[in-house]
């Protein structure tokens, strides 16, 4: 049925098959990629990817040619949802449908694991996301995104719109609850929960946070700049949450606002002190991602200094 299995040249195999010496030019082309295009330490991810490598225990595919490790993807499967960790091709080898041959191998893979119905990824580093044929195409559905970048002194020109009514404290772990339910209400019915399907329930969304919290995926959180807004009966009812994704480049990894605050600067504010706290930490760009039909948000954040750097897109399989 898969054509990455009728290709010998280059072939596709299971990721337990090479080792971390075969990925490591690889993955330090990839970090060096990652960071030339956003300002993002890749090595934290790169790391873990050798560690999982090198036990044998992480689910992928590599690309080969002859005996040279030319690509790679992983994957993890989260009860019935599969996500597509990172899938990456060496610039000199790079086309489309190497690419394809690597995703192709691993959204089947997840196809074939008992219970999965959909795979979702998005992949900054994939070549011309947007236009390319993907397989599987019948389950599949595709949403441009794209990477803002502002410089972070750029926080000193904004002014202070202090919400009338409402709170601004820094954010910790006790209010992840609260947090969830906000994220829920606030993406019902948004194109982002069409991408991420965490965000439909207030379960999904506290394993989002979760992942946030502890994992690099999205960098290494970073309280100290992280803010939480609520109203005049202190219910929660705006977040802007934070990581460093280098020693010198903060990322705003989550931020929503009830929808009953919307159009009051709640979101501005959040935002305008998470990048204050940023630049006071030393980082000099602070970046963020939005799906492209999100105009009302996208206008925010251009009105605040933030420009493109990058589109990618978000790749959703549902076969329900």
């Not at 490591?24 to 790391?47: H, K, Y």
């Not at 019935?80 to 086309?95: E, H, M, N, S």
């Amino acid at each position: 049925m898969a054509a990455w299995l009728e290709s010998p040249d280059p072939l596709v195999v299971d990721l337990r098959k090479v080792t971390a010496a075969d990925l490591a030019p690889l993955l330090e082309e990839e970090t060096a990629a990652w960071r030339t295009a956003l300002d993002w330490d890749f090595e934290p991810s790169a790391d873990l990817v050798r560690r999982f490598v090198g036990m044998q225990a992480l689910n992928g595919f590599a690309l080969l040619d002859g005996t040279r490790t030319i690509g790679y993807s992983y994957y993890i499967r989260e009860e019935k949802k599969g996500l597509i960790g990172d899938l990456y091709v060496q610039a000199p080898d790079r086309t489309p449908e190497r690419e394809n041959a690597l995703m192709e191998a691993t959204v089947e893979a997840l196809w074939r694991s008992p219970g999965v119905h959909r795979v979702e990824a998005q992949l900054p580093m994939l070549e011309s996301p947007l236009a390319r044929k993907p397989p599987f195409a019948s389950w599949f559905r595709s949403y441009p995104r794209r990477f803002l970048e502002a410089p972070a002194a750029q926080a000193f020109a904004l002014a202070e719109r202090e919400p009338e009514g409402i709170a601004i404290s820094p954010w910790t772990e006790a209010k992840q609850d609260d947090s969830a339910r906000l994220v829920a209400a606030a993406y019902r019915g948004h194109v982002d929960s069409e991408i991420n399907d965490q965000y439909r329930s207030p379960s999904g969304a506290r394993r989002f946070l979760s992942n946030i919290v502890q994992y690099p995926g999205c960098g290494t959180f970073f309280a100290p700049a992280s803010y939480a807004a609520s109203d005049a009966k202190g219910a929660l009812c705006g977040i802007s949450l934070t990581s460093l994704v280098a020693w010198d480049t903060g990322h705003i990894t989550q931020i929503c606002v009830a929808p009953s605050q919307r159009g009051k600067s709640v979101g501005y504010e959040l935002l305008r002190r998470s990048m204050l706290a940023l630049v006071a930490h030393g980082c000099r760009r602070v970046g963020l991602t939005v799906t492209s039909t999100n105009k009302g948000a996208i206008r925010l954040y251009q009105q605040m200094g933030f420009a493109d750097r990058r589109d990618f897109a978000a790749y959703v399989w549902d076969s329900w």
